[in-house]
């Protein structure tokens, strides 16, 4: 597509349900990144995606966080038995090719809200 | 751990005038730092890159400066519009690296 998109765009759910956050990136970016934005604080980077491979899981806040992609594009970012500190804007970005010498491309994220 | 600090939360200057934002980093050593722009509810929108063996970098009313020495980097907007008004970020990456780290921004508001 012409853009990341990001699915749904505001997300409200009770503590303890699961979410699934769609992101559909630019066609033929084969990097594809997510971050989290919480009111007030920088992006925290959550992984990163080179294909469908995700090698480094280390940035992921608990294992109630999990991310997939398949056929090197749409990406799913699950959050199971959700909390309230869960709740921050995710975003989703891609870029060309992977790594920081190369602008990326944003979605408008998700607005996850935990009650 | 790399920390990434920018100037301010908020700046506002007047319509016409010059912005100039500021990104400081330490103990980090990057070799790409790049700017975004933030509307509110919406994603980052990247600007700029500057590369380290760069000092300088210009785009239309945009300058970006990077001083490896000092660990910092500068960010001009010239003739300043009310549209400029949004959250700029800065980014910054190491050579090799898979993905950048973001500054928590400065909200610029420029009064017409």
């Known amino acids: 597509g012409a853009g990341v998109s990001q699915s749904p765009s505001n997300k409200v759910t009770e503590k303890g349900k699961d979410v699934e956050l769609r992101c559909d990136p630019i066609?033929?970016?084969?990097?594809l990144y997510w971050y989290r934005q919480s009111l007030g604080q920088g992006l925290e980077f959550l992984i990163y995606?080179?294909?469908?491979?995700?090698?480094?899981k280390s940035g992921l806040p608990s294992d109630r966080f999990s991310a997939e992609r398949t056929g090197g594009s749409v990406s799913t970012l699950t959050i199971q038995r959700t909390q309230q500190e869960d709740s921050a804007v995710y975003l989703c970005?891609?870029?060309?090719?992977?790594?920081?010498?190369?602008?990326?491309?944003f979605g408008s994220g998700t607005r996850l809200t935990v009650v | 751990s790399q920390k990434i600090e920018q100037n301010s939360e908020a700046l506002n200057i007047q319509e016409g005038k010059t912005a100039t934002l500021t990104c400081n980093y330490t103990n980090y050593s990057p070799a790409y730092l790049q700017w975004y722009r933030q509307d509110p509810g919406r994603g980052p929108v990247f600007l700029l890159l500057?590369?380290?063996?760069?000092k300088e970098k210009r785009k239309e009313r945009l300058k970006v400066t990077f001083d490896t020495t000092l660990k910092q980097s500068l960010f001009h907007i010239t003739a300043s519009q009310p549209a400029d008004s949004a959250t700029y970020l800065c980014a910054l990456g190491k050579a090799g690296a898979n993905n950048l780290f973001f500054g928590t921004g400065t909200r610029l508001t420029v009064i017409p």
């Open positions: 995606f080179q294909g469908n491979s995700a090698p480094d």
């Open positions: 066609s033929g970016h084969t990097a």
């Open positions: 970005a891609s870029s060309l090719v992977l790594g920081t010498a190369y602008g990326y491309t």
């Open positions: 500057i590369r380290e063996n760069e």
